[in-house]
């Protein structure tokens, strides 16, 4: 598959926001951009993850890309259920991928370089399928938690207040412009908020 073709299923030049689907025994899902630049398409996965896992193991993921902010928020802060899921063959291996996406390509990682917090992999494109092309226009509550969620996980990464700041500014305008999945995210979103706070106090404590 051409890098070209990724334009097809929603993923152009810049930074997509997707959803990584990974590890073929127990499927695991979490936002990630991925970074598509002069021909070329890299991850950038923090340790500490189970998606840095079982990337790092299998060398291989989909991205899949989807509008819905409750699979974006849900898989931030735990995995999706397995009713989430469904499996597409490739070279004999079983690559999970989500249902509910507009579309799904799986990657493959050629170069792989590891620093101290982090791996970075060029990615190259290997299958793809589309599932919806209808068109969605720019909803400002759905950019906006997904920016809150974001700022959470610098948050729980940090613990520096100024993110609880940009969350509550992001929050608002989810309020205001966003429909009821937006909504329903938020809540989950300021649900975590109150655990991660908890957290990012009780190691404060310890320190
Ligand atoms: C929109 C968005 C984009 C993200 N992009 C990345 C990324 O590029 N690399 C990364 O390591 N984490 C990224 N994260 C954070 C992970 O999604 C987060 O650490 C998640 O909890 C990992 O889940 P896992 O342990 O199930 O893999 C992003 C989070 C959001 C909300």
Known sequence: MEISELDK???????????????MENP?????????????????????????????????????VTYDPLLFIKSTFSNLGEENFKYHPLDSKSIPMLK???????????????????????????????????????????????EAAVHATRYELTGDNKFLDLIDQCLETTCKCGGQREKDAAEILLNEIDEIKKRVAGGKGTE
């Open 9 to 23: 299923y929603g993923i152009c030049d810049g930074i997509s926001e997707i959803i990584l689907t990974s590890g």
């Open 28 to 64: 695991n899902a979490a936002p990630i951009g991925l970074i598509r630049k002069d021909n070329r398409v890299f991850i950038r996965l923090y340790k500490g993850s189970t998606t840095y896992e079982n990337v790092k193991r299998d060398k291989i993921f989909a991205a899949n």
């Open 100 to 146: 509910n996406s507009a579309s799904s390509v799986i990657f493959r990682c050629d170069e792989i370089k590891h620093t101290k917090q982090a791996m970075t992999a060029e990615i190259i494109p290997m299958d793809a399928v589309a599932n919806d092309y209808r068109p969605k226009a720019i909803n400002r509550g759905l950019t906006a938690v997904i």
